[in-house]
């Protein structure tokens, strides 16, 4: 072997241990995803977050563990550390929905309201029939007192998704603070039709009918939650 070839064969052996020390084992990862996905399936949430931690260790673009990491932290309200981590999802994949869902409600926990809504925009950008982020984003908007954004937002949802009460009461607080209480009164009602039990409804109709000095509906309404 002459020295030529032999020096080439030893460049490329060692830029193949650089690399290999670079870029990881990417069958590990997958070994170490699925191990996270079985883990979380058990409800053992400490491991499962080890096992996403090693995927993305063995291969750092690794889109879906970030994903799941970050969903693990969220889920044991570890916000800060489920944000690095859908940033960093977000930094891999610009036009990944669901990066940016998780993070603005990563954002959304830790109270950072303007930068939750950016995210939630994105995510919107990306998908824009993503239906359960208007909800999100109607989650936020009464964090922020954001009327206006908080019926818009649940009128697109509560059209793609007519069976969630919480969609219809979010809709109808809107209204009531807008101080339509016509459309308030519906949206209520709604709610109630379809959870008798969830009385924030029946106490914000009772409100409503208070400001319109009709005591009798509102007596009936506040009777409800006693």
């Given at each position: 072997?002459?020295?030529?070839?032999?020096?080439?064969?030893?460049?490329?052996?060692?830029?193949?241990?650089?690399?290999?020390?670079?870029?990881?084992?990417?069958?590990?990862?997958?070994?170490?995803?699925?191990?996270?996905?079985?883990?979380?399936?058990?409800?053992?949430?400490?491991?499962?977050?080890?096992?996403?931690?090693?995927?993305?260790?063995?291969?750092?673009?690794?889109?879906?563990?970030?994903?799941?990491?970050?969903?693990?932290?969220?889920?044991?309200?570890?916000?800060?550390?489920?944000?690095?981590?859908?940033?960093?999802?977000?930094?891999?994949?610009?036009?990944?929905?669901?990066?940016?869902?998780?993070?603005?409600?990563?954002?959304?926990?830790?109270?950072?309201?303007?930068?939750?809504?950016?995210?939630?925009?994105?995510?919107?950008?990306?998908?824009?029939?993503?239906?359960?982020?208007?909800?999100?984003?109607?989650?936020?908007?009464?964090?922020?007192?954001?009327?206006?954004?908080?019926?818009?937002?649940?009128?697109?949802?509560?059209?793609?998704?007519?069976?969630?009460?919480?969609?219809?009461?979010?809709?109808?607080?809107?209204?009531?603070?807008?101080?339509?209480?016509?459309?308030?009164?519906?949206?209520?009602?709604?709610?109630?039709?379809?959870?008798?039990?969830?009385?924030?409804?029946?106490?914000?109709?009772?409100?409503?009918?208070?400001a319109q000095e009709n005591y009798p509906e509102a007596l009936?309404?506040?009777?409800?939650?006693?």
């Amino acid at each position: 072997m002459t020295p030529r070839i032999r020096l080439v064969l030893v460049l490329m052996f060692a830029f193949s241990l650089i690399a290999s020390a670079a870029f990881g084992d990417t069958e590990k990862a997958k070994e170490h995803f699925n191990n996270g996905l079985k883990m979380a399936g058990e409800k053992n949430d400490s491991a499962a977050i080890e096992e996403y931690k090693m995927a993305v260790k063995e291969d750092p673009q690794y889109l879906d563990a970030y994903i799941n990491l970050g969903s693990q932290y969220f889920k044991t309200e570890k916000y800060a550390d489920a944000q690095a981590n859908f940033i960093k999802a977000t930094e891999i994949d610009p036009k990944n929905p669901d990066a940016f869902a998780n993070l603005g409600r990563a954002y959304y926990k830790l109270n950072k309201n303007t930068e939750a809504e950016a995210s939630y925009k994105a995510a919107l950008a990306n998908k824009a029939d993503y239906y359960e982020v208007y909800k999100d984003m109607g989650l936020l908007y009464v964090n922020m007192s954001n009327w206006p954004g908080l019926v818009d937002n649940m009128k697109i949802y509560t059209e793609k998704t007519p069976t969630d009460f919480m969609g219809f009461y979010l809709l109808g607080k809107g209204y009531q603070s807008l101080k339509k209480y016509p459309d308030a009164i519906a949206a209520y009602n709604k709610s109630i039709e379809l959870n008798k039990d969830y009385f924030n409804s029946y106490n914000s109709l009772g409100q409503i009918y208070q400001a319109q000095e009709n005591y009798p509906e509102a007596l009936k309404m506040f009777e409800k939650v006693v």
